[in-house]
């Protein structure tokens, strides 16, 4: 009789532990705490950090039509970061009159990748191919409006381009 009872204590914790994590403002005195949200890394460092090693993961598994559910993951994971990069371009825009331009590039990033995550979660590869194109077409559209020298190619290797 002993088991049984050990697991209802487990079950009662693991509730409460549940009730005070989805509830936990009203226990701090009701202030509402609103983060700023403040740019740390240099926005190089997101290009080659984030954008460009999830773009060139992407372009490997995406080269052939994934034969393994995981590749598709990771597939799927991956745009989904580069659409989470986007909002952390959103927070370093220059701050001058190209301001909007950079947030609707970033948008368009943000879009684009999550189009090709859908499109990966469902396992569709012609529509996985050219979200991954489109994708690219975003990041050279950012990269021409402010005069960045860096032309991204998508599946580079796989065309044996030069
Ligand atoms: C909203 C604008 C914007 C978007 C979208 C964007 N980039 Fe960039 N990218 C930049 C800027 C600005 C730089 C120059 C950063 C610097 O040198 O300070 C840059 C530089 C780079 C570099 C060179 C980094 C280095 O070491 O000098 C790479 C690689 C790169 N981007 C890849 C990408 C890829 C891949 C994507 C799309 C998945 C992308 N970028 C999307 C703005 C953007």
């Known amino acids: 009789m002993r088991k049984p009872c050990r697991m209802l204590f487990l079950i009662g914790s693991l509730a409460a532990g549940w009730l005070s ?3 936990p403002a009203a226990s ?3 202030r509402k705490v609103v983060p700023k949200l403040v740019p ?3 926005t190089k460092l997101l290009m080659e950090g984030l954008a460009h090693a999830n773009f060139r993961g992407l372009e490997r598994h995406l080269k052939q039509k994934p034969t393994e ?3 598709w993951t990771f597939a799927r994971g991956q745009a989904l970061l580069l659409a989470e990069t986007a909002n952390l371009l959103m927070l370093r825009p220059p701050r001058n009159e190209g301001e909007s331009a950079w947030f609707e590039r970033a948008m368009d990033l943000r ?3 999550a189009r090709l995550a859908q499109a990966a979660g469902k396992r569709d590869y012609a529509a996985s191919r050219a979200g991954f194109v489109d994708v690219a077409n975003a990041c050279n559209r950012c990269h021409q409006t402010f005069k960045v020298k860096v032309l991204i190619t998508p599946f580079e290797e796989a065309e044996g381009s030069p």
């Open 111 to 113: 879009s684009t990748a």
């Open 40 to 42: 740390i890394a240099e």
């Open 69 to 71: 559910d995981q590749a």
């Open 28 to 30: 701090q005195g009701g």
């Open 21 to 23: 994590w989805s509830a």
